[in-house]
Each structure stands twice: as C-alpha cells, then as structure tokens.
C-alpha cells in the first residue's frame, strides 16, 4: 500500500486520468474531491464488498440451477 501526506488543497494524479484532492480534514475525517472519467467505476469499499458477495450468489444459485437443468446423459442399455 502506498502512504501519502497531502495537505488541504493537494492532489494525486492515478494513471493520467484520476486526480484525488484532499478538500477538507476535520478531526479524524477527511473529504476528498475525484475527478475521473465519466466511464471510471467508483464505489465505496463497503459497497463495492456487498456487490462483490451478491454477484458471487448470483454466480453459485446459476451454476446450481445449471446442473438441476442441464440434460442427464442417455444411458446404455447392453
């Protein structure tokens, strides 16, 4: 992980297209300012966990609903 200090008014540029300036520090919060290309993803960590975990659901009840599905092989009969 990478540590930075900015100070109010500072920014960090990520891959040529995404600034984050420090905006306001009050206590132990801290506001920060992104601009980012319109077609960027930006979501809260805790967000981003949640979408994470319901796409992993969605991803196991298809697979299962796949095999309840999916045509039984003809069996022999010698």
Not at 46 to 71: G, K, M
């Amino acid at each position: 992980m990478l540590y930075l200090t900015r100070k109010i008014g500072e920014s960090v540029v990520i891959n040529s297209d995404i600034e984050v300036t420090v905006i306001e520090v009050r206590g132990r919060s801290v506001r920060l300012g992104f601009n980012f290309p319109s077609n960027a993803s930006v979501l809260r960590r805790e967000i981003f966990e949640r979408v994470q975990a319901e796409n992993r659901e969605a991803a196991d009840a298809a697979s299962v609903l796949e095999e309840l599905t999916a045509p039984k092989p003809a069996e022999n009969k010698d």
